[in-house]
């Protein structure tokens, strides 16, 4: 049973409605330069599990200029139905007018659920859409799941420097709006075979009269993005310097993997901007991440909790970073990086063959040795 | 030109301490500050005064102790601040929040003179929703723009600004008045005065305001104002990992020990194996 709301008790600016007026589960979709944005994509992922809890229906909202061709490929990834907004008033972006054509939608269709992917531009027009529909919204959640008795979402994010995680929820306000930052959400599986409907709509969009876009210049990268690396090397306070960046590059390329930084290292400006990880950086997931210098603090390591594994390197035998690590050595990184490339290049010329001799060595290490021994009682 | 500056009071989660002997982070006793990702507005909205002429209003809503935060930002010199304190503001999400605070920027509009920017901080380090910019534009229906890193204002009156985006740098011109998100690095803060931090104390140049001279619907404020509800909280769950640690006798040990834990890594001995020698 949904929540019955007394309209005398709202807020007489906010539009009364009842929570079960509202229905199915979308996914704010965007496409850049002709291809569906990745981010909205993952966005999928949580919006088919939640969607199937409510037993409703997950429902793709393209919008755009030049779109349409892109629908199908919306129901590929898991929609069972594409709303397309393909208008040249959306040709070129602005916050305010991406969100007033999601809020006519939404006063028409009235979902229950809306799900935008945390990009920076979604970062900055979902908000909008809450507030225009006064609805709740909740930015960069790491999970969504289904209260079982009152039918709400719960919206689960984590405040305070990501030392909490936070269970939310609008009881008595609909749509339930929430975001996700990239990468938080995998990609969900592509299904040639998988078939829905396409719905093209018109909205009422409002032109944006009072600023407008002079130039548009795309960022020059040549190195692997973060987010899709396997293996990253990053480095924090503890690296001192521009430098020593050097030598995390150096082994970085050695793992065919990439260099990132720790929301200090980039405020020294050791490191650019787009290289930080952590909740005002990145969300990766790397199958290592190898953590120099670099303390553990939560809002580092929010972002780092899809890594499969983490190696840390810490001359502060006190660092929370051992507590969160599954392999750490104490000691100065500018002795141990260097012997790592070395004793790797090394290992690189002996060949496969080798790899036992590491093995044994390590059994004979840990047959004899009382110096490993698991988190913080070893200091 | 008149720019108002929103300011919030923190936690100072930096000073969040860990617990070695329980693992937990330890919350007590953490003391507030001036979210540190509001300085760089409050610079830009100085720099834009210092060149224009006009002035810096900051504001914030908040229990009465955030007026020293608003003490630290008169000291870097903003001209006067206006606390935004009752009661019924307590318990606030970001929706009754943005709800209060475009309310008082139309206060200052009737009462003190015509604003023409308001300018935030890209988000905040205890909660980091980055809500605020946003929905004080949807409730003043005004334009904005998030991920300012630099703004000019031109020979027509109006406002240049530069934003990065994942891929893109961005530049737009606004009409005023308008709403800016700076970013966090945009511009580097200058160092708070104590001398303007002191004639600002004894000019009195803090004034509060409170539900008697906003006169708000209760409704649409604090908690009752809130859509969203906080069902609970909890310890942020850990990630599972090894936690083994290593105190090796010399760098080279160190590496020999990480590189052989690898290699026994059912997960890293194929990617390792892959970037040494290619193939599987």
């Known amino acids: ?379 | 030109m008149r720019v108002v500056v929103g300011i919030k009071w923190v936690p100072n989660t930096q000073a969040v301490r860990f617990d070695p002997e329980t693992g937990t982070l330890i919350r007590r006793g953490v003391p507030s500050i001036v979210n540190p990702h509001d300085l760089p507005a409050v610079e830009l909205s100085l720099r834009l005064r210092d060149e224009v002429g006009g002035e810096v209003i900051a504001i914030s809503m908040a229990p009465p102790p955030a007026s020293k935060g608003l003490e630290f930002v008169l000291g870097m010199g903003v001209d006067r601040a206006i606390l935004i304190t009752d009661r019924v503001y307590a318990g606030a999400d970001t929706l009754a929040t943005s709800y209060v605070l475009a309310r008082a920027i139309q206060k200052i509009n009737a009462e003190i003179g015509d604003v023409d920017l308001v300018v935030f901080g890209q988000e905040t380090i205890d909660s980091s929703t980055a809500h605020i910019p946003a929905q004080v534009a949807s409730w003043l229906e005004l334009p904005y723009v998030y991920y300012v890193k630099e703004a000019t204002v031109t020979g027509n009156g109006r406002l240049r600004v530069v934003r990065e985006l994942e891929s893109y740098v961005e530049e737009y011109e606004l009409e005023l008045p308008a709403i800016l998100g700076v970013a966090i690095r945009a511009l580097k803060p200058r160092p708070v005065s104590l001398s303007t931090k002191l004639r600002a104390k004894l000019e009195k140049r803090i004034i509060t305001w409170t539900n008697n001279d906003l006169k708000l619907d209760p409704r649409c404020t604090g908690l009752k104002g809130s859509p969203t509800i906080v069902a609970k909280t909890i310890d942020m769950p850990e990630v599972p990992r090894r936690k083994e640690v290593f105190k090796a006798r010399d760098a080279r040990e160190a590496a020999k020990w990480i590189i052989a834990k690898m290699l026994a890594d059912e997960k890293l001995r194929e990617p390792l194996y892959r970037s040494l020698w290619g193939g599987e």
Not at chain 1, 105 to 127: D, N
Not at chain 1, 198 to 219: D, G, P, W, Y
């Open chain 1, 1 to 379: 049973m949904s929540f019955k709301v007394e309209c005398d008790k709202l807020c007489p600016e906010w539009p009364c409605e009842q929570p079960g007026e509202f229905r199915n589960v979308w996914v704010i979709v965007e496409a850049e330069d002709g291809r569906l944005s990745e981010p909205s994509l993952q966005m999928l992922t949580p919006g088919r599990r939640i969607a199937d809890k409510l037993e409703e229906k997950l429902v793709g909202v393209l919008i755009g200029y030049n779109v349409s061709h892109l629908a199908e490929e919306v129901i590929k990834y898991g929609a069972d139905e594409v709303i397309v907004v393909d208008s040249e008033a959306l040709k070129t972006y602005h916050p305010r007018v991406y969100a007033s054509a999601v809020v006519d939608l939404a006063r028409r269709y009235k979902p229950s659920v809306i799900f935008i992917a945390g990009t920076k531009r979604g970062r900055e027009f979902a908000p909008y859409i809450a507030n225009t529909l006064k609805a709740g919204i909740t930015a960069d959640c790491t999970d969504f799941d289904v209260d079982p008795n009152s039918r709400d979402v719960l919206l689960i994010r984590p405040p305070f420097a990501a030392i909490l995680l936070a269970f939310i929820k609008t009881p008595f306000r609909r749509p339930q709006i929430g975001t996700a930052r990239p990468n938080v959400f995998p990609l969900p599986a592509r299904d040639e075979s998988r078939r829905g409907e396409v719905i093209f709509e018109k909205v009422n969009v409002t032109a944006e009269t009072k600023m407008r876009l002079i130039s548009r210049k795309q960022i020059a990268r040549m190195e692997v993005d973060v987010e899709k690396a396997e293996v990253i090397v990053s480095g924090g306070k503890g690296i001192g310097g521009p430098e020593g960046f050097k030598l995390l590059e150096k082994l970085a390329e050695l793992l065919k993997g990439t260099v990132g930084g720790s929301r200090k290292a980039v405020d020294a400006g050791w490191i650019r901007e787009d290289r930080q990880v952590g909740q005002t950086g990145k969300s990766v997931k790397p199958v290592l991440y190898i953590a120099v210098g670099i303390s553990g603090a939560a809002q580092h390591m929010i972002g780092v909790r899809e890594a499969i594994r983490i190696i840390a390197i810490n001359a502060d035998p006190e660092a929370p970073i051992f507590n969160q690590a599954d392999y750490s050595v104490i000691g100065d990184y500018r002795e141990v990086i260097p012997a790592l490339i070395e004793e790797l290049e090394a290992l690189k010329i002996k060949g496969p063959a080798s790899i036992k001799e590491y093995i044994e060595w390590l059994s004979n290490l840990e047959r004899g040795e009382e110096r490993i021994k698991p988190g913080a009682q070893a200091i």
